[in-house]
């Protein structure tokens, strides 16, 4: 099915979110890990920029997602600044309590987090620590490990174990937005994340907790 998605707005700063009450995913993760990439192919459109120099995306840019027929947009996607790159470390790290932190804690449409981890690298600390933050902030998350088109099946399975013991992620979504392997998938998370927001008196208690 194809999806009809739009930029919205890009903020650095906590006065430049945009007013919405609609379901907010947000993605996660180092930077050059591929949250730009991976928010292109869940909607097939080249809509958020990538680059193969990390550092890309500087602001919270939010895409509205809509679904042929639907009169309004029912999802929205952020994708965020990437951290963790010597070269960028500290920009970032000086944005982030600016907006990037107040995003995170405040938010109040923010649904779910999609934490993004690179299959083909061992665990970082950088994202020990973004996982340690968004359980303190009670945000649930899920991690998604990327480019897992780059690994061999043997290499695969290895790599999933060591990154999911390291995180205690109880389950780890593999992807590949080269080759699409996990889309359904994770496509699937993000609106059953969506629904538990909209309708809350029915959202199960397995999902609210799911990453915490
Ligand atoms: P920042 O905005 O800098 O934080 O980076 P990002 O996380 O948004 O990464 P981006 O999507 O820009 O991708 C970084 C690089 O990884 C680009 O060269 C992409 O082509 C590549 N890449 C992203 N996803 C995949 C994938 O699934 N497979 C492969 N092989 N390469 C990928
Ligand atoms: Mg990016």
Request: glycine share 6%.
């Amino acid at each position: 099915m194809r999806i009809l998605s739009r930029f919205m707005a890009a903020a650095s700063d906590e006065r430049q979110f945009p007013t919405t009450d609609l379901p907010e995913i947000a993605f996660l993760g180092r930077s050059n890990v591929g949250k730009s990439s991976l928010i292109n192919s869940l909607v097939g459109n080249k809509i958020a920029r990538t680059s193969s120099t990390p550092g890309r995306t500087r602001s919270i840019n939010f895409f509205e997602i809509r679904w042929p027929g639907k009169p309004k947009p029912e999802i929205i996607f952020t994708d965020l600044p990437g951290y963790g790159y010597a070269k960028v470390s500290r920009e970032v790290a000086q944005q982030w309590p600016d907006f990037i932190e107040p995003y995170l804690k405040q938010r109040a449409p923010l649904a779910l987090c999609l934490v993004l981890i690179d299959s083909n690298i061992p665990p970082q600390e950088s994202d020990l620590q973004l996982m340690d933050f968004l359980r303190a902030a009670s945000r649930p998350f899920v991690v998604v490990a990327t480019k897992s088109d780059r690994l061999s099946g043997n290499q695969l399975t290895t790599s999933m174990q060591t990154l999911s013991q390291t995180f205690h992620a109880p389950r780890l979504l593999l992807y590949s937005a080269k080759t699409g392997t996990g889309r359904d998938q994770l496509w699937q998370e993000i609106r059953a994340a969506a629904s538990a927001f909209s309708q809350p008196n029915i959202a199960s208690p397995a999902l609210r907790n799911r990453g915490a």
